[in-house]
Every structure is written in C-alpha cells, then in structure tokens.
C-alpha cells in the first residue's frame, strides 16, 4: 500500500516537471551571423538617417552642413590675386545679411544694381547652375564658380550668369589658364603662376611699406610743426 501510494507521488512529480519544462518551437532555418546582423542594422540606420534629413530639407527644418574651407588663391588659379580680391569684395557686397551666401533676394538686389534684372525664375536658375550643394543660395566658393564658367566660355551668352560677370566689371574675358587657347601653352602658364603669385604678395608687402614709411614721415612732420608752434 505505501509502496503504490510512493509510485503515484513519483509519478505525479514527473508530470508537474514536464508540464514545467518549456515546449520548443520548430525553427524553419537558423538565424544568420552575427555579423550580417550588424551589417543589415548599420545599412538599416544609415537608410533611416538619410531619409530623415531629406524629409528634414522639403520640410525647411535640415540644419546647414558646415561649409568646405577653402583657398580661392590655389583653388582658382586661373585668376590673379586682384581679380579674386575683386571678387571677394564684390561678394561681401551683396552679402547683405553676413551670413557669408548671397541668396535669392541678394541676387535679386545685385542683379538689379547692374542694369540686368531678373524674374523669380530667371534668379533660381542662376543659382540653380552653379549651386553645388543644393542649398538655394551661393556661397563664396560657388560664387567664383561663375567667373571661372564665364573665363572658360561655358556659359550661354544670354544666361544671367553671363550678365553678372560681364556686368561686374571684373576681367575675365580669357580662355583656359590665363587666355592660353594650347593646352601645352596652358601647361606653361599653369607652371608659371606660382611665381606671379610671389611677385604679386611681394608687391602688397612693399606697398604696406611704403605706406608705414609715409604714416611715419607724416607723425615726424606733425611734431616738428607742433614743436615750432609752442616754442
């Protein structure tokens, strides 16, 4: 009797133990590495980021992406230091707002200022054909774009761009490097800038020279006649 009483706790117990183990499901395949996982998670985020800031853009909610620094004087060697010192003051002319872009309502203001205005679609299209990061506005960079396309003949003759650089009175009017029209003659040209560069900062040097020797000469004179009036 204590012993058939022993077996149904026995057997009691082993039922409670399998009704506690938990069941496995069938797995149709096994799951893959690890690293695809990573793989398919940074694809996943990079997807994600990259629709977020284009919802962000037509929304007029993207931050501005920091602007590429840059050297106009080895970047557009084509030009002289004083048409890229022309360019540049011309710039921060129209660049109203400081903000270092000229946008539509800037350009519109420039354009008007040289005797060539310009519709609302007749000013994005400028912008449009030289603005390298989709912004809608020019920056410095993209503003030397234009007298470069101008120098090289790339620009239609009745385009806005094409009045803004003839109208700027900035000279451009050349060909390739410098006006060669050979490549080779170019090739020369090219080589030899780095020294007219030289030349031409050793040039600005001499002249804060000469106008620190005058600004002295100046001072020197003021005490002189100073001098004489109080003695």
């Given at each position: ?46 997807l ?28 557009f ?68 774009l234009?007298f ?25 009017s ?26 031409e ?30 003695s």
């Amino acid at each position: 009797m204590a012993s058939e009483e022993l077996a149904k706790k026995l057997q009691s117990r082993r039922t409670a133990t399998q009704e506690a183990e938990p069941r496995s499901e069938p797995r149709c395949c096994e799951p893959g590495p690890p690293e695809a996982d990573a793989s398919a998670s940074a694809s996943s985020a990079e997807l994600s980021a990259v629709l977020t800031r284009r919802q962000d853009i037509n929304d007029g909610n993207a931050a501005s992406r920091p602007t590429r620094v840059f050297n106009p004087y080895t970047e557009f060697k084509e030009f002289s230091r004083k048409q890229i010192k022309d360019m540049e003051a011309m710039f921060k002319r129209y660049d109203t707002g400081r903000d270092g872009f000229i946008d539509l309502m800037e350009l519109k203001l420039m354009m008007e200022k040289l005797g060539a205005p310009q519709t609302h679609l007749g000013l994005k299209n400028m912008i449009k054909e030289v603005d390298e990061d989709f912004d809608g506005k020019l920056s410095y960079r993209e503003f030397l774009l234009i007298f470069r396309r101008a120098a090289a003949g790339e620009l239609q003759e009745e385009s806005g761009l094409m009045a803004l650089a003839r109208l700027s009175e900035i000279n451009v009017s050349t060909e390739g490097v410098m006006g060669a029209k050979d490549f080779f003659e170019a090739k020369v040209q090219a080589l030899s800038l780095g020294s007219k560069f030289e030349a031409e900062i050793q040039e600005e040097k001499e002249e804060r020279k000469r106008q620190e020797v005058d600004k002295k000469q100046r001072q020197a004179a003021f005490k002189q006649l100073q001098s004489a009036f109080c003695s």
